[in-house]
């Protein structure tokens, strides 16, 4: 007689459907990544003040001018997140 495992997924639509455990055996937490995130806050943490963000009015912000940024793809697409829906 054949064991049943107890999956999260217990019938799969496709071969790569396979269900995942529901044990977890990793250990690795994102929180104690040793990166720098936040590189702007870094290098001007006299702006931050006491560990808040900078507010700016929007008059402020409108008026600031900032750098354009390179495409990274054959001189077409700019870094960023987009969107291809139909």
């Not at 997924?9 to 995130?37: C, F, M, R, W, Y």
């Not at 931050?48 to 495409?71: A, F, H, I, K």
Request: aromatic share 6%; hydrophobic share 35%.
């Amino acid at each position: 007689m054949k064991e049943k495992m107890k999956t999260t997924a217990p019938l799969s639509s496709v071969g790569a459907d396979g269900a995942q455990p529901q044990l977890k055996n990793h250990t690795e937490i994102i929180a104690n990544e040793t990166a720098q995130i936040n590189l702007q806050a870094a290098q001007n943490p006299e702006k931050s003040g006491s560990g808040r963000l900078q507010t700016v009015s929007m008059t402020e912000l409108y008026d600031t001018v900032y750098p354009p940024r390179t495409p990274i793809v054959d001189g077409f697409l700019y870094g960023g997140t987009y969107l291809f829906v139909g």
